[in-house]
């Protein structure tokens, strides 16, 4: 074959390659209309709002790693008690490089020093103490050299007290109800491991007294982002409720089973996202041990997170998500189209390979071929407006039904000039924003790896 034969053969089969993995995308959107009728009918029963009030809720631990500054931990720990649930507690792990955070918190909620009553289930690095709060005594806090997430994590959950856990990363602020709506589930269906909730940027809103206040969005970056969060986050993950097993992330807003976290050893002290690698092994393991999950994401925007606005920030968190992922499914390998791990393993493995990991590098070598077989005259117009469709002109097209959904699905009003400035993003995103997420993603595995405790926005790609 010609040089002209290859370059044309190899556009038409990435142009078909997007074609596909857009066109299951569509899917993944299709999926998520009846999983969004079934919550709205399980929201108007009457038997389930009894239930919710009763005894039957399971107590549940937030456990999460302090690293704000000290005046917005005393805001984040506020918060946390501010949620609208009959049984829980609150595990935070003060790193030991943020200063004075313990002093401030000591001071805000009068804490005192208490011996460790649990039994060490997981390894982690040395505790110098505990400590919980006179004025609250469902608070406990813990404090902790300098380390990484995955370690602080495992502390916290040793320190838990009961059965079912919501890991929480970093800059995340709830609704009041969000543990209600997460521990829903968990009532309904015996075999649910864990549950996933929708994660909403909460740019320009601002923390006081623990309550998040609305403020103006601003830039175009926090715009995409809000796209991808809805595409990711919301629709698609609802279609994976339907079509496969869901991948969520127990460092962000997951509500899961202690006993399934021992089961793996716990978060790798050692990862970069220690979550995401915990949600593969926690698929692998249960299926191994032959115990058949759920592990569904809801609809409810649960949470909210402030993400970055500079694309050199948001492409620092692209890299080490992709990374954390390609690591996660390497050390996994054996799942890979192997139907004893169901649709996970038949289907949403080999998404996660093609569509997340091999699809960025894909693209922009597609855009490259676009541009040598339009200047040579390999390629002619028609073939590369028929490829943009494919590529740009479908993606575009997604989020802008994304939005639609968005709009009709909740019941929250929308007003019509936000309506538009979504609308216009959906459009943006696909235009310039994407293909820069493209080559961030693509030199992943060239750049330097990120220490496992420096704060970051989870990527919202992580939803798919």
């Not at 969520?248 to 976290?261: A, D, G, I, M, Q």
């Not at 080999?350 to 676009?370: D, N, T």
Request: charged content about 15%; proline content about 6%.
């Amino acid at each position: 074959m010609s040089i002209a034969e290859i370059l044309g053969a190899t556009m038409m089969a990435i142009m078909i390659f997007f074609l596909v993995i857009n066109s299951f995308h569509a899917i993944l959107l299709m999926a998520a209309v009846p999983e969004l009728w079934s919550h709205w009918q399980l929201a108007d029963d009457e038997y389930f709002h009894a239930l919710v009030g009763s005894e039957a809720l399971p107590p549940i631990s937030v456990v999460a790693m302090l690293r704000q500054s000290q005046d917005d931990a005393v805001g984040f720990a506020q918060m946390l008690l501010g949620l609208d649930y009959p049984r829980f507690e609150v595990v935070l792990v003060v790193d030991g490089a943020v200063g004075a955070t313990l002093d401030h918190l000591v001071a805000a909620f009068e804490l005192y020093e208490v011996p460790p009553a649990f039994t060490i289930n997981l390894k982690t690095q040395p505790v110098r103490g505990y400590y919980r709060s006179q004025l609250h005594p469902r608070l406990l806090c813990l404090d902790k050299p300098s380390g990484t997430l995955g370690d602080a994590l495992n502390a916290a959950i040793n320190a838990a007290r009961y059965p079912h856990a919501l890991s929480i990363g970093p800059n995340i602020v709830f609704e009041t109800d969000a543990l209600l709506r997460l521990s829903r589930p968990f009532l309904l269906d015996r075999s649910v491991a864990c549950v996933g909730g929708i994660l909403r940027p909460a740019n320009g809103a601002r923390l006081e007294g623990g309550r998040l206040v609305p403020g103006r969005v601003r830039g175009w970056t926090i715009g995409c982002q809000t796209i991808e969060y809805l595409r990711n986050f919301m629709f698609q993950r609802l279609g994976w409720n339907r079509v496969a097993s869901n991948i969520v992330f127990p460092s962000n807003t997951v509500l899961l089973k202690r006993e399934h976290v021992f089961g793996v050893g716990g978060f790798d002290p050692n990862e970069e996202t220690p979550g995401l690698d915990l949600a593969v092994r926690l698929h692998k393991h249960l299926t191994d041990i032959g115990v058949k999950v759920k592990m569904p994401v809801i609809p409810d925007p649960v949470a909210w997170s402030v993400v970055a606005g500079d694309l050199a920030s948001i492409g620092r968190a692209r890299r080490r998500w992709l990374r954390g992922l390609w690591r996660a499914l390497a050390r996994n390998a054996a799942m890979f189209a192997n139907p004893e791990y169901g649709a996970f393993g038949v289907i949403a493995i080999p998404y996660f390979w093609l569509g997340i990991i091999i699809a960025p590098i894909l693209e922009l070598l597609g855009y490259f071929g676009l541009v040598v077989g339009l200047a040579t005259g390999v390629l002619n117009s028609s073939f590369a407006w028929a490829y943009l469709a494919a590529v740009v002109g479908y993606g575009i097209l997604l989020s802008v039904w994304t939005v639609v959904f968005q709009v009709i699905s909740f019941e929250r009003p929308t007003q019509a000039a936000e309506i538009v400035r979504l609308l216009a993003y959906a459009v943006i995103e696909s235009l310039g924003y994407r293909q820069i997420l493209a080559l961030y993603r693509t030199t992943a595995y060239f750049a330097d790896r990120q220490p496992t405790h420096t704060n970051g926005q989870s990527s919202p790609t992580g939803a798919a």
